[in-house]
């Protein structure tokens, strides 16, 4: 063990129980007085099947028969780094993180027997817990005080193991102990803490304290992370009764539904874990599905059958994916409706031009042919040729009154 992590172990304040205070005072001790024996560090976590917890389902296979529990432990006084062989809590919240992560486990049950530790303990494993993206059970086996239930507010449910298992003891607070600013021993030894003239407020709450006045620690240290723990359990533990947010301790059996949610074995815990697992699983289908709903595009493209969707619905792709190749396809879509009607368009503007350049033909034949007889008045030696078929139902004109009047009429007709 670093002497380095223990001392930043020790930094206060703290959120423990006074008992389990006074239980760690002579560790305490003989570390200051170097006499911790180094002990080999053990992780206690360990993987449990679920498959003989879970009743066999009417049909259909089992979801959960090859799936696991991870289930870790807070147990002792939490400190942030390890020391003396037990694990921190930072070391506690990475292993959880990376069983979260592991596709044949279910979910996580933390089994708890601590009254507490320093408040730097409770960030590491709270967000390690929080970042879980499966459900976490917290089994008290004995005690959870202070900064241990602080730490566990954070699981999905909170069991106790025995109706006298001990909770509570919400509070924070600090131990200071020193030499006064200046002391001369008997002996005429001299000891004496000076501070630069700018640096009139360093260790001032300390040095207040020493001296009896509390006041400078309770407001910038103290009370500011007490209404934190406080505002945390309210948001946490939404039925925690005022009463209980004081530092009192209680027995598990008379804090049902406020600090906890039931009593309970491990394997109440265990079943816990798995039903909250079916109840996410079946909700992430349903969403699925509602969001398989939102992208039409994608699903009516064959050639996306069966990779981006399986059959129960679920799928591999995250949401930002997913919209993101829906709205590709639909700009395709979109692009390719565009040209389609632009084809159409484009189509039916060349039967237009097909049909107005036969009726021009016709009228400038129609024309050579009224010219030739006004030119030639014997009409059956006038022969005109004819290079194209006018409109259905048109006759040639005989005249040049009748061809100019064609050509009005042509020209009125089709806007020219």
Not at 176 to 203: C, L, Q, T
Request: glycine letters at 8%; one cysteine or more.
């Amino acid at each position: 063990m670093k002497f380095s992590n223990m001392a930043l172990n020790l930094r206060g304040p703290w959120m423990i129980s006074p008992a389990w205070a006074a239980l760690m005072a002579p560790v305490l001790e003989g570390f200051l007085q170097g006499n911790i024996v180094e002990m080999e560090k053990a992780h206690q976590a360990h993987l449990v099947k679920c498959d003989s917890l879970i009743p066999a389902p009417e049909s259909g296979a089992n979801p959960f028969q090859d799936k696991s529990i991870y289930v870790t432990y807070l147990e002792g006084t939490l400190m942030k780094y390890d020391y003396c062989g037990s694990e921190g809590t930072r070391t506690i919240g990475q292993a959880l993180l990376e069983a979260d992560r592991m596709d044949d486990v279910i979910g996580h049950i933390i089994v708890t027997d601590s009254g507490g530790g320093s408040t730097d303990a409770v960030p590491e494993i709270s967000q390690a817990i929080s970042r879980c993206t499966k459900p976490v059970v917290a089994l008290i086996d004995g005690m959870a005080c202070s900064a241990a239930i602080y730490a566990i507010s954070y699981c999905d449910k909170i069991l106790a193991h025995y109706e006298m298992d001990i909770v509570g003891c919400i509070g924070t607070y600090m131990n200071i102990s020193g030499y006064p600013k200046f002391r001369k021993d008997s002996d005429g030894y001299v000891r004496a803490r000076v501070y630069a003239d700018e640096a009139f407020e360093k260790n001032g709450g300390y040095e207040a304290a020493l001296e009896g006045n509390f006041q400078i620690l309770k407001e910038t240290t103290i009370n500011p992370m007490n209404e934190q723990f406080i505002n945390d359990m309210k948001a946490n533990r939404p039925n925690v009764q005022e009463e209980q947010l004081h530092g009192r301790e209680y027995f598990a059996k008379n804090v049902i539904g406020s600090l906890i949610d039931s009593i309970g074995s491990f394997e109440d815990a265990m079943n816990a874990v798995i039903e909250l697992a079916a109840a996410a699983q079946e909700e992430n289908n349903s969403s699925t599905q509602q969001n398989m709903e939102q992208y039409p595009t994608l699903q009516a493209m064959p050639a996306f059958e069966g990779q981006v969707f399986d059959q129960d619905g679920s799928t591999h792709l995250q949401q930002v994916q997913l919209e993101a190749v829906e709205a590709a396809l639909a700009e395709g879509a979109s692009r390719q409706d565009t040209i389609d009607g632009l084809n159409q368009q484009l189509t039916e503007a060349q039967d237009t031009i097909a049909a107005r350049d036969a009726r021009i033909t016709e009228l400038e034949a129609s024309l050579e042919a009224a010219i030739a007889r006004a030119e030639n008045p014997n009409p059956e030696e006038v022969q005109v040729h004819h290079e194209g078929e006018g409109e259905q139902g048109a006759k040639p004109s005989t005249t040049f009154e009748e061809a100019l009047a064609a050509c009005n009429d042509f020209n009125n007709k089709h806007n020219i």
